[in-house]
C-alpha cells in the first residue's frame, strides 16, 4: 500500500489539495481538489474568505476518503505576512484583511518613528514592503486599538487553518520570518521590537520548525471526513515549500520561485543584514532547515495574471505567451517593481499608463502588453542576478525556475537572454512537492534534503533553455 501525503497549497488566486506518494523510486502528484482564491471587497476592505476556504479544505479530504486514498499526514502552505487575530473564545476579531488592501499607507513612517528602518532591516534582515505584518499591526493599533486589546493570539494564515484542523495553535518559523518581527540571529521573535512598537507580546505563540506535528484532527473533523490525520508543518511560506524543491544539490544556482510573485535569491546558512544588502533591498526569510532564503521579491505573473482577468480570462497562459512571442519586436518596458503595479483598479491601463507617462510607444493589443510584461520582467530578473552577485562576491552559472512560472517558455528564453544563464525550469508544482516533502523527510522517507531533491530531479522533468 502506497503512502499518501497530503499538501493544501493555496495561492493567491487559487488553492488545492494534492496527494504525494513515492512509486518505484520516484514522487508522483495526484490533485484531488481544486478551488478559486481571491480577495473580497468587505467593508471597503480587501478581505479573504477564510470560512470558505476551510470548507474547501475540509472538501478535499473528504474527497481523499471516497477515492480511498488516506493521507498519513498533511500539511497547509499558504502566502506570507497576513493573520488573523482571536480573541479570548479564539474568534476572529475585525475582517480577514488581506495584504493588497490600502490599510497600510502612512504605517511605515508609524513605525520608523518608533524603532528606525535601519535598525529594523539589522535585527530581523527583512526587507521593507509596506504589507509585512509589522505595518498590518501598525495599521489595527492605529484604526481599530480595541482589536489588539481584545486579542488572545495572532495566528498567520497557514498557522490559522492547522488550527482550525487540529484546535492546536502554533507559529511556523518560515512563515512568521515574512512579518519582519523574527531576530535573524536567534531565529525568534524579536520582543524588543515588540515592546517598542506596543504589539502585546502575550499574542506571538512559540515557534516551530518545518516537519514539526501539530497534532490530529478534532473528533469533530474526524467525524465530519471519516478519518484521522496527523497535521505536520511544513515550510508553510509557499516560497520555503518551493525552495525545498529546487531540483538542485550543488551551490552554483540563483532560483526563482515564480508564481503571482517571483522571488529570486539563493539558499544560505547565515543572514546578511548588513547596509549595502538593505539598500539593495534583499530579504533574509526563514526556510527549512532553519536556513536562509536571501532573496528579492519581483511582482511576478501577478501582472499577466491581472491582465488575462481583464479579459475575462478568454486567453491561456500560454496563449498570451504565444501572442506575446509575435510581438516580441515592441520596444517599451516598465520598471515591474514599481508600486503602482502592486494594487491597480486596472493593470492594463496602468502598463499603458506607465509608458505614456514614461514617453515611450503606448501598448495596445494583449500580445504587446504581455511582451512589455514579460520583457520587464526579464530585465528584472537580470538586475537581481547581477545585485545578488555583487553581494555574494561570486557567479552563478545558471538559474533553475520553480514554480507555475516555469511553464512560461517565452518568460523563460527571455530570462536566459537576458541574465546570460541557463535557465532549468521546472518542477511547475515545486510548493506542493516541497511541502510533500518536508512531511516525508519527517516520516523518514528521506535520510536528508540531498536525498529528497535528487528525488525530485529525477521525477519531474525539467526544461533547459540556454542563454
Known amino acids: 500500500m502506497a503512502k499518501y501525503y497530503a499538501a493544501v497549497d493555496m495561492g493567491a488566486s487559487s488553492g488545492r489539495l494534492i496527494l504525494g506518494h513515492m512509486e518505484n523510486g520516484r514522487m508522483e502528484l495526484e490533485e484531488i481538489h481544486r478551488f478559486e482564491n481571491g480577495m473580497v471587497k468587505k467593508d471597503g476592505e480587501l478581505c479573504w474568505e ?58 511605515d513612517e508609524e513605525v520608523y518613528k518608533l ?83 506596543g504589539y502585546p507580546r502575550r499574542i506571538f505563540q512559540k515557534l516551530i520548525m518545518p516537519g514539526t506535528s501539530v497534532g490530529h484532527l478534532t473528533e469533530e473533523l474526524q467525524k465530519e471526513v471519516g478519518f484521522d490525520v496527523e497535521v505536520v508543518a511544513p515550510a508553510t ?6 525552495v525545498l524543491a529546487v531540483p538542485a544539490n550543488d551551490d552554483d ?92 483598479e486596472n493593470m492594463t491601463e496602468e502598463v499603458k499608463d506607465y509608458c505614456r507617462r514614461t514617453g515611450q510607444q503606448v501598448p495596445e493589443t494583449m500580445g504587446e502588453i504581455a511582451t512589455v510584461i514579460y520583457t520587464s520582467l526579464a530585465e528584472c530578473y537580470a538586475k537581481a542576478a547581477k545585485e ?3 553581494l555574494t562576491g561570486r557567479t552563478y552559472s545558471r538559474i533553475h525556475v520553480v ?24 518542477p511547475g508544482e515545486a510548493t506542493a512537492i516541497g511541502n510533500i516533502t518536508a512531511q516525508m523527510l519527517k516520516e523518514g522517507e528521506f535520510q536528508s534534503v540531498e536525498e529528497a531533491r535528487t528525488t525530485i530531479h ?4 525539467i526544461k533547459i533553455f540556454k542563454a
Not at 486514498?69 to 475585525?94: A, H
Not at 536556513?291 to 478568454?314: A, P, T
Not at 517558455?409 to 541574465?419: D, F, I, V
Request: overall charge negative.
Open 50 to 107: 477564510f470560512d470558505r476556504i476551510f470548507k474547501e479544505i475540509v472538501a478535499g479530504l473528504k474527497k481523499c476518503k471516497e477515492i480511498g486514498k488516506i493521507p498519513v499526514s498533511m500539511g497547509v502552505d499558504t502566502w506570507g505576512v497576513d493573520f488573523v487575530l482571536l480573541d479570548k473564545d479564539d474568534k476572529v476579531l475585525g475582517n480577514t484583511v488581506g495584504y493588497r488592501d490600502h490599510r497600510t499607507e502612512g504605517m
Open 115 to 197: 524603532i528606525p528602518v535601519e535598525e529594523l532591516y539589522a535585527r530581523t534582515g527583512i526587507q521593507k514592503a509596506i504589507y509585512n505584518t509589522i505595518y498590518q499591526l501598525m495599521a489595527v493599533k492605529t484604526k481599530h486599538p480595541e482589536y489588539l486589546e481584545q486579542a488572545e493570539t495572532l495566528l498567520h494564515v497557514p498557522d490559522y487553518f492547522h488550527f482550525l484542523l487540529t484546535g492546536q495553535k502554533t507559529c511556523e518559523y518560515t512563515e512568521a520570518t515574512t512579518g519582519q518581527m523574527v531576530n535573524a540571529q536567534t531565529k525568534d521573535w524579536d520582543y524588543e521590537i515588540i515592546d517598542k512598537l
Open 237 to 242: 511560506h509557499d516560497t520555503g515549500s518551493a
Open 253 to 344: 544556482f540563483i532560483y526563482i520561485s515564480s508564481g503571482t510573485w517571483s522571488l529570486m535569491g539563493i539558499e544560505r546558512k547565515t543572514p546578511d543584514c548588513s547596509p549595502k544588502s538593505c539598500e539593495l533591498n534583499f530579504t533574509n526569510e526563514g526556510g527549512y532547515a532553519g536556513r536562509f532564503r536571501y532573496i528579492k521579491n519581483i511582482m511576478g505573473l501577478w501582472m499577466i495574471q491581472s491582465v488575462r482577468h481583464e479579459v475575462n480570462d478568454k486567453y491561456s497562459f500560454a496563449e498570451i505567451c504565444a501572442m506575446a512571442e509575435e510581438a516580441k519586436d515592441f520596444p517599451s518596458r516598465v520598471d515591474a517593481n514599481d508600486e503602482c503595479f502592486l494594487s491597480p
Open 388 to 390: 545578488l552577485e555583487e
Open 403 to 426: 514554480g507555475g512560472g516555469s511553464n512560461a517558455g517565452y518568460l523563460n528564453e527571455l530570462t536566459a537572454k537576458a541574465t546570460g544563464k541557463e535557465v532549468h525550469a521546472g
Open 458 to 461: 529525477e521525477s519531474f522533468g
